[in-house]
């Protein structure tokens, strides 16, 4: 059966995959529970594929943005505890259903929570109370935890599951000060919260950078995200990459300086000796960004490095394949192991998830054994 862009496929590693969890488990303590963050469709490889993945390769949790998502990963039959980072106030119902958990930033999220529950006569539902411990994003201030403890004692609908934070520059040593500012702040907050209310729930502030940084603060679990789909904090590691977005040629073309110029807005030109222009099945509505076009980027075409040429279209793309010995169905490697997806990032100065995150639904996962 075709799919939407046949010739078009994102390519998952599973080796690669079970590389970079390995290097992570073994920054931790054989206790520590790993977290595998599968939000924005795991990093744009495909949630469902990529959870299903990582059941199998014992991940503790997962987490991802949104109730819907969660949703989704239940109905493809993923049972690990999923925590949803963003979960709202909106779909709780949905969120009891599915056995999701989710993250408390603030009094009414979690006073929302509780009347939906009473109503229901549900007790002891998993709850993860997020800290702001100087992101800024969500989560409950120093300064409201009286409120918090002070209501979490009085009801029996919750069971506090996980006290977290997120660090803001894990990844900087310019902010260490900062980052262990953070871990400092959320230690207090967290012990506090745990005296209130008499148990411990688990503690987890640790990202992928803050595995590898600041390992000695891992707590009970971490959050494992865009290292396991290849990208390290450290210099001087170089992960396995997972994902490798390849496509076909769909056609090849010889031009001369008489046939004028190539693509929207005529921005490619023919070189005065000829120029042989191949066209793939990606563009920027697959997540391939416009400024990699007129020759910013270059991909891997059967052992060489061909530039893209003229500006970069919404489903195709042109490359400068003169010189180069190819054929219509060739493959073209856009990212992978050459180029990686850090140096496209690197190109359009950005980070490597933002170009992961782009890649549509509509182009193929296909697991690598």
């Not at 959050?223 to 769909?250: Q, T, W």
Request: glycine letters at 8%; charged letters at 25%; aromatic letters at 8%.
């Amino acid at each position: 059966m075709l799919k939407e862009n046949d010739f078009s496929r994102l390519e998952l590693k599973l080796s690669a995959c079970r590389d970079n969890y390995r290097y992570f488990r073994g920054l931790l303590e054989p206790s520590t529970k790993l977290l595998v963050l599968v939000k924005a469709n795991a990093y744009g490889h495909g949630a469902v594929e990529f959870a299903s993945m990582l059941q199998k390769e014992g991940a503790d949790y997962l987490a991802v943005a949104y109730p819907i998502e969660g949703i989704e990963l239940r109905k493809a039959g993923i049972s690990l505890p999923i925590l949803v980072l963003t979960a709202g106030t909106d779909f709780f119902n949905e969120m009891i259903d599915s056995r999701l958990e989710p993250s408390i930033p603030n009094m009414y999220a979690l006073k929302t929570l509780c009347e939906v529950l009473s109503r229901r006569r549900v007790k002891n539902f998993p709850v993860h109370i997020k800290l702001d411990t100087g992101m800024h994003r969500l989560g409950f201030m120093t300064e409201e935890l009286q409120e918090l403890t002070d209501f979490l004692k009085t009801t029996d609908a919750v069971k506090v599951k996980s006290v977290f934070s997120h660090l803001a520059a894990a990844e900087d040593p310019e902010s260490d000060d900062f980052t262990l500012g953070q871990i400092k702040m959320f230690e207090t907050n967290a012990d506090r919260i745990s005296q209130k209310i008499g148990y411990k729930p688990m503690l987890h502030i640790l990202n992928s950078a803050g595995i590898e940084r600041f390992a000695a603060y891992q707590h009970d679990m971490v959050r494992l995200g865009i290292g396991i789909y290849g990208i390290s904090a450290l210099p001087g590691v170089k992960l396995s990459p997972v994902a490798s977005l390849k496509c076909k040629i769909l056609q090849i073309k010889h031009l001369s300086p008489e046939d004028g110029t190539i693509g929207y807005g005529r921005h490619g030109h023919i070189a005065p000796t000829g120029t042989v222009i191949a066209t793939i099945p990606v563009g920027y509505a697959d997540g391939i960004d416009r400024h990699l076009g007129c020759g910013h980027a270059s991909f891997s075409l059967n052992g060489h490095r061909v530039p893209t040429i003229g500006n970069i279209c919404m489903d195709m793309c042109m490359l400068d394949i003169t010189g180069v010995d190819a054929k219509v169905g060739d493959t073209v490697t856009v990212f992978g192991d050459d180029p990686s997806v850090t140096e496209l990032a690197e190109i359009l100065d950005t980070i490597p998830y933002e170009i992961l995150t782009s890649i549509p639904r509509r182009i193929d996962r296909e697991i690598i054994k």
